[in-house]
């Protein structure tokens, strides 16, 4: 007999995404108020959960209580700012050329928007179990975008995706809407992964996670027979950049700020500060020796799931290991093996310019300063990173006006960039940036968190010489729906 939380067998894959294909061209035929209406009804659905979620996820999780009701107050929020942006129309690019007879030769009419790709699949991720994974961003941009939704919950957390599961079932009995629209699975083995992104039905894929994991759902993508998108978040060591006259004056003050932005959520945020790049000198001895006071006071904790935290140990254990590598502070050690303890290593940037290995992130509470001998050292340092989802320059207001090679190169590498500020924290609004270049990304050109990650579940779509009746609503003439709109 199997088990509520059994992966999918293969067998069942080919007719789950013929009812999410049936689903979808139910549902693309839908106007964006009845897309709204069903992300504010999950909202109010998730919400409804109540205490009892809460618990299931603080069980599966081993996340605090406050950190999870946070997320799912985050999670409401998207769903019904991405509702609000789906009914405002933006997003659809709407563009239309009028006929001109006059031309050599004539004009035709042409217009162009934005329509949905299809059924979209999603995996869920480990360390955001609301706001990244069954009703998070990637499920409610493709609803926005007019897709039908197919939802690989993650195994750490396979009641919370249940749970959240039946609340989108709800939502979508009470829109009227069909029961396949959002479908919810479950699958540990390679092969039913490969098999959902693989068959013809399924159209993209959302998937925030491991950069292995990422790149094996890209390539399985680009080798089917009409390749698809994948829009996977893989994360970053998201480097910092501190320039000498801003360590001299705020050398504590730095060092306690990153101590907690390294440390928060045992370091399992994407954007977790995993590289500090710093020219020699006493502002960064003073900066060392505060880091260094601070980590030791923080005790390990325990992480997401015992394999994160074995990865963690691993991952450090091979980082320390390395040729120049000097631990410079380790917190304290718990008696829970599923814990990880905070650490700060140091290397000389020669070293760390010769070892790509020490490029790589360690996810969890880990953060390794470089050493420099100077900017300009830091400046080859940042030119030989890969791309990454945030870049931070820390720098009086003079060093920074003085720089701009440095934030020209950071720039370069990263989807947000920020002065004088730490990286973790994703702010859900319309201008936010969560994305950047390979291997943070699949796809620089799109971000997975804000409004604009709506576009990503859509395609540009051009009618030339239609009957206005004929035409869908958002180019119309009269513009029924009132939404911004490109005019020529």
């Not at 409804?48 to 409401?76: C, F, K, Y």
């Not at 925030?208 to 996977?232: K, N, Y």
């Not at 599923?338 to 760390?352: D, L």
Request: proline share 7%; hydrophobic share 40%; charged share 20%.
């Amino acid at each position: 007999m199997r088990t509520p939380y059994a992966d999918i067998a293969l067998e069942d894959v080919d007719a789950l995404l013929q009812r999410s294909m049936k689903a979808f061209h139910t549902y693309a035929r839908q106007p964006l108020t009845t897309r709204a209406q069903l992300l504010r009804a999950m909202a109010v659905a998730l919400e409804a959960g109540g205490d009892a979620l809460i618990r299931t996820a603080m069980r599966e999780t081993n996340l605090p209580e406050a950190r999870l009701r946070g997320e799912r107050s985050r999670t409401v929020f998207q769903l019904n700012s991405y509702a609000e942006a789906c009914e405002q129309g933006e997003w659809l690019e709407v563009r239309i050329d009028h006929a001109n007879a006059a031309k050599t030769p004539p004009k035709p009419d042409i217009r162009k928007m934005l329509v949905p790709l299809g059924p979209v699949l999603v995996y869920g991720a480990s360390n955001f179990p609301f706001a990244y994974s069954t009703a998070g961003g990637d499920t409610a941009c493709a609803l926005a975008a007019g897709c039908s939704v197919v939802v690989k919950a993650h195994p750490a957390h396979p009641e919370t995706s249940e749970t959240v599961a039946a609340a989108i079932g709800q939502a979508l009995a009470e829109c009227g809407l069909p029961a396949d629209l959002f479908l919810h699975v479950h699958g540990k083995a390679p092969e039913i992964g490969k098999a959902l992104v693989t068959h013809p039905c399924t159209k993209a894929v959302g998937f925030t996670g491991s950069q292995l994991a990422g790149r094996t759902l890209f390539d399985w993508a680009c080798a089917r027979p009409e390749p698809i998108p994948v829009f996977a978040e893989m994360g970053s060591v998201n480097p910092v950049f501190l320039l000498p006259q801003k360590l001299e004056a705020d050398a504590t003050a730095l060092a306690e700020m990153y101590a907690g932005s390294i440390t928060l959520g045992v370091g399992q945020f994407c954007t977790n500060p995993g590289l500090l790049f710093a020219p020699e000198g006493q502002g960064l001895e003073t900066f060392l020796a505060a880091l260094t006071h601070a980590i030791q006071q923080m005790p390990g904790q325990r992480m997401l799931h015992p394999s994160i935290a074995d990865s963690y140990a691993a991952h450090r254990s091979k980082a320390l290991s390395q040729s120049g590598v000097l631990s410079l502070a380790i917190g304290i050690e718990g008696s829970d093996p599923g814990s990880g303890v905070p650490t700060i290593a140091s290397v000389e940037a020669r070293h760390f310019l010769e070892n790509p290995l020490l490029h790589q992130e360690v996810f969890g509470p880990f953060s390794l300063v470089v050493r420099c001998r100077d900017v300009q050292e830091m400046l080859e340092a940042c030119r030989r990173l890969e791309g990454q989802l945030t870049a931070t320059v820390m720098g009086t207001e003079e060093e920074l006006a003085q720089s701009q090679e440095l934030l020209e190169a950071a720039a370069a590498i990263a989807g947000r960039i920020i002065l004088n500020g730490v990286p973790t924290g994703v702010e859900v609004c319309q201008a936010m940036q969560h994305g950047g270049p390979y291997p943070a990304c699949t796809d620089s050109r799109f971000t997975s968190v804000g409004a604009d990650g709506i576009k990503r579940f859509a395609r540009p779509q051009a009618y030339q010489n239609w009957p206005d009746a004929l035409l869908p609503a958002a180019l119309r003439e009269a513009n029924p729906l009132k939404i911004p709109r490109t005019v020529a």
